[in-house]
């Protein structure tokens, strides 16, 4: 039993902190912009595949450094040509324009690259176990997956809190208008936030890829989870973000861990039901088999009882 | 508009819908048109929320799937006469189904409208989509549940046992439903869910609890969602999870959007563009996906308010008999923008293409020649610059058309 | 657009003149097939290379020698149905419009299920207008048992036949001594788990079951939390019936977790598979299927592959029975000189045809089921000389159970059309 709690909490992390670098862009974008960007996912995937590419001629490493860069920069120009020339229908059309756009850049991919699973592999030097627990392994790359995310984290945590920029990036989450009014270049900041929150979904795509598998319904995959976790955590609230993230990615890993379920609870109780009984499909429902749905079942009740999210300040 | 005048629309409408199978009677032709009626009232049931009442939804399938699905068991207790019902009343059972399930949700949700309401809107579809999967006994699982129209008591000697009977009896459902979501705008409730939309704080000031006018918006869109919901179990005899999950919610909020939100007609503008790409273009191309996608995203950033929008515009050049100055101009700009858009499908099919040639609108094109390359790409360019050089004199025109005197004429 | 809509007023008109002028003008008719499986979006990539197979097997076998029927050809009329039900049911109704009466079918058995329901259904309401199905791959025991149709024949064995070989196989494996199942939470992973248990359970009661898990089809981000069950649960070998991407990261996340054990599938190989799982699934993926694909026992065979090969380099015959399923159509049609679906249905019932690997098919009449060989197969690069995806890799037989083995018993109660 420990050590699959052990390792359900290891699991938890690896897809905390991977949701956390999605999230974190999202949080950014949502806290400067007003928009909740539905394609973020997809720049995630874009990542992934990016770097699928490059890693056939230059390796892993030159996809883990192009890749996000590119991403970004296709982000930017999104926000430059696109988002910005919605940004005058308000924000449902940006919104909107986002879905579409999410639409679109899964069309795109299986466009460009066929619909068919890639091949990218996670560097050979990585290929060995970081350590071996109870019989099981822990691979190192799931550890060089930490440790990117968490260095990404302290990162973005030391920009935003000691650099002027992120003053700036602090002052537009509380006081976007002011923030206008103070003369900063507004739409600069806009395109620089955007490229950048985009090329960190990226990168989560270029270290994802190769272990959660590269194909055309990956953004699908994790696309709504990532709201979902911005709204949990409270829109805006970069430290929100992160400890939802950590919530849903341990929530989903122990769910699945664990064996209980109905049947467990009905006997607790001392109930049974005949296998012919009309809620059969519920009295022999298990927690594993609804652990993917807990995030919205989690993100409804939330916006029900604390719209704000755990940490959110502001509810629009 | 007089009185007179807004009658005739509605019954050129009812003409329209009753006399389209005498022009087109192929089994094909019915089928679009099946799906066009359901289309249309599910797009304009979601216009009701977004375009009138301002809420963004990603999951108003859910009021469309549970009501079909409750139509099909309502099928399938007539097949095996355990009562005994007509099926022409089954989409108001889908409605119905759709109003319980409306006002259950509406009661939590429509207390926020924006950002919050369209999250509630999106892990609510998600659950039900995913519980729906879990409870194999009423909704079968993957493969759905069906039933067959054809028991019950016939109506006047129809069994609507084929596609063109259950055609006249949507038509006759599909134009009910647009009277009533018609009626429900000109109400004082549909009237402030349009106040709310645009202020709710002063909508409050007058005394109207902006939530209660959400609210009612709400139950009445899920009332008509489920009345498509019902039209579609008769249509198809079945029904399967994919009808209340996210691709259908996402499908009714392209519609609603292409055609255009905030105009009544603008759902049904897009309802029928939408299906006749999804059922036409989807069999000529392997890609028809993509070109939605970016008709979709042209559409947001060029025309906010959709085709019915576009067409709207040009009410004002119209009232003043200037419609005729926009002629020429747009004929201009609009065969070399057609050309290169369609140089660029060209272009995009042969890249996609395994064969050594194929044939576009009849012409034959080596995809392997270098020389096919160089004159699409020079069509494509010479096309988009053509485009951008017309631009500012139809700019000009639209202009004119409009001016009301020259001098009042403000810059864009 | 407009043209278009014209044109379907036309091609009703072009029907009913069909329809009413003798055979003798039919002569010149291309006899015309539907290809009916998702040609875009996600699955796109395993129906279009199910039309490559078939497109490619009527121009290899039969238009290039001068057609059928004397001296019609075949055209392929490929439909979309994007793998949705509903979808399903818009390309039904164009097949019908366009008088398109034979349609190929495979991709999902709730697709098939769909189909099969509005075939019979419609065929009973429009006997002037009957439609055949192909099933070439949806393998829901359902579709030729307690749900069979007389307008319904299933070219691949269905999913208890192929468990019940993969058992025996199983069976025979003496260190197996505990066993992981866990596929996706929908009818076939239900029938998948359910047959296994009950088989296992007969054939080697001391195999003891230490996971039965479902997890919701195309929504699981990373397998490794159940991995980490099938780790800790200690089973010598899991069974799975997953497929798309659910398979690749499942497989993936086993191997990832330095897990050693055989896993035992129905669908983990080709379109991308097979080079994703690539060295590190090497002797640990087994399959099972029909028509073995190393060693290709006949020459005809072989160049069939190498011809298909130098056509579409990029993809493989992945799907044997498609060719199958073509050549006993063709053969009822040649037989009864027609191309109606009830005569040919007719002729197919109880037909008994060598295919390209010299093996003698049977369909059986009762409930249009077909039997043939079985194997199971490993995931290698030793001994395969025709491998899957370019990648060097691909599937070697490794056991063969004979046709007349693999027969079961229907409960089918087949409803006839009167004629």
């Excluded at chain 2, 129809?158 to 009977?165: G, I, N, R, T």
């Amino acid at each position: 039993m420990l050590e699959v709690l052990i390792f359900a909490t290891l699991n938890g992390l690896v897809t905390g902190l991977l949701l956390f670098m999605l999230a974190s862009g999202l949080t950014l974008i949502f806290s400067m912009m007003g928009v909740l960007n539905f394609a973020h996912a997809s720049f995630y995937m874009l990542g992934a595949y990016f770097a699928f590419s490059i890693s056939q001629y230059l390796g892993f490493w030159a996809g883990l450094i192009f890749a996000p860069l590119i991403v970004g920069s296709v982000g930017a120009l999104v926000e430059r040509y696109g988002l910005r020339r919605v940004h005058k229908s308000g924000h449902v059309a940006e919104l909107v324009f986002t879905f579409g756009l999410a639409f679109l850049v899964e069309e795109a991919i299986q466009f460009i690259w066929g619909r068919d699973t890639k091949n990218y592999q996670s560097p050979d030097i990585l290929d060995f176990p970081l350590f071996t627990l109870f019989g099981q392994e822990f691979s190192a790359y799931r550890g060089f997956m930490i440790a990117i995310s968490l260095g990404i984290f302290i990162c973005l945590y030391r920009v935003l809190t000691r650099s002027r920029i992120g003053i700036i990036i602090q002052a537009a989450i509380t006081h976007p208008n002011t923030v206008a009014n103070l003369g900063h270049n507004v739409p600069l900041i806009f395109m620089g936030v955007f490229g950048v929150g985009t090329a960190l979904a990226g990168l989560a795509g270029v270290i994802a890829g190769p272990v959660l598998t590269t194909f055309p319904g990956m953004a699908a995959v994790l696309g709504s989870i990532v709201f979902v976790i911005v709204v949990i955590g409270g829109l805006g609230s970069l430290a929100g973000a992160f400890i939802a993230s950590l919530l849903i990615g341990l929530l989903q890993s122990y769910a699945i861990a664990s064996d209980v379920g109905m049947p467990e609870l009905l006997n607790l109780i001392g109930v049974s039901f005949e296998s012919s009984h009309p809620l059969n499909d519920l009295w022999t429902l298990t927690l594993p088999q609804v652990a993917p749905i807990l995030p919205f079942l989690l993100l409804v009740l939330v916006l029900i009882f604390r719209p704000t999210g755990l940490l959110g300040k502001r509810e629009e | 508009m007089g009185m007179i005048k807004k009658l005739s629309v509605w019954i050129g409408y009812l003409i329209v819908l009753l006399a389209l199978p005498q022009f087109f009677d192929s089994i094909l032709a019915i089928s679009i048109f099946n799906q066009m009626a359901i289309a249309i009232v599910f797009s304009l049931s979601y216009n009701m929320l977004l375009g009138q009442g301002g809420m963004l939804s990603f999951g108003h399938a859910v009021y469309f799937g549970l009501g079909g699905f409750l139509a099909v068991h309502a099928l399938i207790l007539i097949e095996f006469e355990t009562v005994y019902f007509s099926i022409l009343f089954i989409p108001l059972i889908g409605g119905v189904i759709g109003l319980l399930a409306a006002i259950f949700i509406g009661s939590f949700s429509t207390r926020k409208a924006g950002t919050i309401f369209a999250m509630i809107s999106l892990g609510i579809g998600e659950l039900i989509a995913a519980t729906s999967l879990i409870f194999t006994d009423f909704f079968g699982g993957e493969a759905g549940i069906s039933g067959d129209r054809t028991f019950g008591p016939l109506f006047f000697g129809v069994d609507f046992a084929q596609d063109l009977e259950i055609y006249y009896l949507a038509a006759i459902w599909v134009f009910i439903a647009t009277v009533f979501m018609y009626l429900f705008t000109q109400t004082p409730a549909g009237r402030m869910a349009n106040a709310v939309r645009e202020n709710p704080e002063r909508a409050e000031f007058i005394g109207y609890s902006a939530r209660r006018v959400r609210f009612i918006s709400f139950c009445a869109s899920g009332l008509f969602a489920g009345i498509a919901g019902g039209l579609f179990a008769l249509n198809y005899e079945f029904i399967t999870e994919e009808n209340l999950n996210a691709i259908t919610s996402g499908r009714v909020l392209l519609m609603a959007y292409i055609g255009g939100l905030g105009y009544f007609i603008g759902p049904i503008i897009g309802a029928v563009i939408l299906t006749l790409m999804n059922s036409l273009l989807s069999n000529y191309s392997e890609l028809w996906m993509l070109y939605l996608g970016i008709m979709f995203i042209l559409t947001v950033m060029f025309l906010p308010r959709g085709f019915a929008g576009f067409i709207m515009m040009h009410q004002t050049a119209w009232l003043r008999g200037n419609l005729k100055q926009l002629a020429l101009p747009y004929l201009i700009s609009g065969i070399p923008a057609f050309l290169f858009s369609m140089t660029c499908v060209a272009m995009i099919e042969m890249m996609q293409t395994e064969e050594q040639s194929f044939s576009f609108f009849g012409m034959q094109l080596a995809t392997d020649a270098a020389l096919t390359w160089i004159v699409a790409i020079t069509i494509a360019v010479a096309a988009f610059y053509a485009t951008r050089r017309s631009l500012p004199q139809l700019r000009d025109a639209w202009e004119s058309a409009n001016a009301i005197p020259a001098s009042e004429k403000t810059e864009s | 657009m407009k043209s278009k809509i014209f044109s379907f007023r036309l091609n009703g008109l072009l029907l009913v003149s069909l329809l009413s002028l003798s055979t003798a003008s039919q002569a010149q008719e291309p006899v015309r097939i539907a290809f009916m499986d998702p040609l875009s979006g996600t699955f796109a990539s395993i129906g279009t290379s199910g039309l490559k197979i078939l497109q490619f097997a009527a121009d290899y076998l039969y238009n290039s020698k001068g057609g059928i029927l004397g001296g019609r050809m075949i055209e392929i009329v490929p439909l979309d149905n994007k793998q949705s039900p509903t979808d399903t049911q818009l390309q039904f109704r164009r097949a019908v419009s366009d008088g398109l009466q034979i349609i190929f079918q495979g991709n999902s058995s709730a697709v098939a299920n769909t189909l099969s329901t509005t075939i019979a259904r419609h065929n009973r309401r429009n006997p002037e207008m009957e439609v055949l199905q192909i099933n070439y791959s949806a393998v829901d025991p359902a579709l030729t048992e307690e749900d069979c149709s007389f307008w319904h024949f299933r070219f691949d064995a269905h999913a208890v036949m192929k468990l019940n070989v993969l058992t025996d196989y199983i069976a025979q494996n003496q260190d197996i001594k505990s066993m992981y199942i866990i596929g996706q939470d929908y009818s076939f992973g239900h029938v998948v788990a359910d047959t296994s248990i009950r088989l296992l359970n007969e054939k080697r009661p001391d195999i003891e079951i230490v996971g039965n898990e479902f997890h919701p089809i195309g929504q699981v981000k990373d397998f490794t939390p159940y991995v980490t069950k099938i780790v800790s649960s200690g089973a010598d070998a899991v069974i799975t019936g997953n497929f798309g991407a659910d398979m690749v990261s499942l497989a993936r996340s086993i191997i990832d977790s330095g897990l050693e054990i055989p896993v035992y599938t129905f669908y983990a190989a080709y379109d991308g598979i097979t080079a994703t799982l690539g060295e590190d699934g090497k002797n640990l993926i087994r399959l099972v299927h029909n028509e073995s694909s190393n060693p290709i026992p006949t020459e005809t065979r072989k160049d069939f592959i190498r011809a298909f090969k130098a056509k579409n380099p990029n993809n493989d015959v992945t799907q044997q029975r498609i060719v199958n399923a073509l050549q006993m159509m063709v053969t009822a049609m040649e037989e009864t000189q027609s191309t109606d679906p009830y005569t040919i249905a007719l002729a197919l019932e109880d037909m008994r045809f060598t295919n390209m690997s010299g093996e003698e098919l049977w369909m059986r009449g009762s409930d249009h089921q077909i039997f043939q060989s079985l194997h199971v197969s490993v995931h290698t690069d030793e001994g395969v000389e025709f491998d899957a995806d370019n990648s060097g890799f691909g599937l070697l037989s490794e056991y063969h159970v004979p046709a007349e083995e693999t027969i079961v018993e229907s409960s089918c109660q087949m409803q006839r059309p009167r004629r």
